[in-house]
């Protein structure tokens, strides 16, 4: 096994380590405190390729493999977890699914907009009753002439109010169960698309969570994506990839918190030496260290799966599962080894606490990361 980053991985990787350190970092405690969304910040990470990364430069896209997203993600997420939802969602959920299943027509209309971050997109599966149990579907999309009429409700849906496109899962042959349902692009701003409240959150609060209601939308045939009937295996598929995105994510949350905290020990004194010199406080940053070292391993593994063109879904399942958790364990002890500090706003680790909780809910919580991996150990 080569572990080796590329010259081309490691400027990838500065580049964004360099934008999070001088577009994230000024305001990032502001926005979460206000709920307000990085809108300038990601309008300059979609001039500069952030947000479409993988696409083929044929539609716009950087054309640039896995690990150098996994990369670039964990660096942002570092910083700014909020800013890295939005990067993640477009990249992965929305760009990959289009690239991967749209036809010709549809790429060029919206994935062309969508990886040079002229548009943003959002994904949407979950539903107030369809969240782990994504086959239980209540949107539905009924077959009428030339085009569907989508009916139903999406709930926590990433750039919700910020997006232009929405890939939207719904039910179309409620009889047929999963192999009913389909994927459809929507347009903002179509009649009967109503965007609802922006969500409270906890953490990634920055970031634009809504729910959303489609009341008789009249979406064209040639919105569909794929054969009738592919819209739950789309989801599925594009979900997979997704989860090396939320991976790094909670990665680079642990990792930011890890970082800070050990600076912090080499500077804060108790009992007349630097923290660091405790073997209280050392022990938690060699275990932080060892759970990242950890984590980064199983994100690179499923990112290299994903670029040899192996099956990621064990690979991404484990990744995310074991960074999510990561993350929670090392944002914790950060905020400990902070101390008073940690608890306040200014030090940032209480924020990264707050944002790692959602790694371990969204693109599939860690007991459904849990079931992917039985079922595949035990299917072999
Ligand atoms: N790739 C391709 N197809 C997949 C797949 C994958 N990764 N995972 C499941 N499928 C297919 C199955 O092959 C099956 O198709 P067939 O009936 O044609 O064989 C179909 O999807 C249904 O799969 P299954 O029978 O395993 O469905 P379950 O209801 O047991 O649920 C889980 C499967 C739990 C894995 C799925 O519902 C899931 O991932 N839930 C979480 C959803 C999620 O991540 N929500 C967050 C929303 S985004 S914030």
């Not at 209540?138 to 989508?150: C, P, S, W």
């Not at 994506?225 to 819209?231: A, L, R, S």
């Amino acid at each position: 096994m080569d572990f080796k980053l590329t010259e081309e991985h490691l400027m990838i990787r500065d580049a964004a380590r360099d934008f999070a350190k001088s577009e994230l970092l000024p305001g990032v405690i502001e926005r979460d405190e206000k709920q307000e969304f990085p809108k300038e910040q990601i309008k300059k990470m979609g001039e500069l390729g952030f947000l479409g990364m993988m696409v083929s430069p044929e539609y716009g896209g950087g054309g640039m493999d896995t690990v150098s997203y996994v990369l670039a993600m964990e660096e942002i997420s570092k910083i700014d977890a909020s800013a890295s939802v939005v990067m993640s969602v477009n990249n992965s959920l929305v760009c990959w699914g289009l690239e991967k299943f749209g036809n010709e027509e549809q790429k060029q209309k919206y994935l062309t907009k969508l990886a040079t971050g002229e548009a943003l997109g959002a994904f949407c599966l979950s539903e107030p009753e369809a969240g782990s149990d994504a086959t239980s579907q209540k949107t539905t999309a009924i077959e009428k002439d030339d085009h569907y009429v989508l009916n139903g409700t999406k709930n926590w849906i990433t750039n919700g109010g910020t997006a232009d496109y929405y890939l939207v899962i719904a039910q179309t042959h409620p009889e047929k169960k999963h192999k009913g349902i389909n994927a459809f692009i929507v347009e903002k701003g179509w009649k009967g698309f109503e965007i609802g409240p922006k969500e409270q959150k906890l953490g990634i609060r920055g970031s634009d969570t809504h729910s959303l209601n489609f009341n008789d939308v009249k979406v064209p045939k040639e919105n569909r994506i794929g054969e009738d009937g592919f819209g739950f295996k789309f989801a599925m598929k594009t979900l997979s990839g997704g989860r090396i995105g939320i991976a790094a994510q909670a990665l680079g949350i642990a990792a930011g918190a890890y970082e800070l905290a050990r600076e912090y020990s080499k500077v804060r004194k108790a009992f007349g030496t630097e923290i660091m010199n405790h073997q209280a406080i050392a022990f938690k940053l060699a275990d932080m260290h060892t759970s990242i070292e950890a984590a980064r391993h199983l994100v690179m593994k499923a990112a290299c799966d994903k670029d040899n063109g192996e099956n990621y879904d064990l690979s991404g399942a484990m990744a995310k599962l074991f960074a999510s958790q990561t993350a929670m364990d090392v944002t914790v002890e950060a905020v400990q080894v902070h101390g008073g500090n940690g608890y306040v706003k200014e030090y940032h680790v209480e924020r990264l606490m707050r944002d790692a909780k959602i790694t371990q809910i969204y693109e599939g919580t860690s007991e459904i990361q849990k079931i992917v991996i039985s079922r595949s150990i035990l299917r072999d």
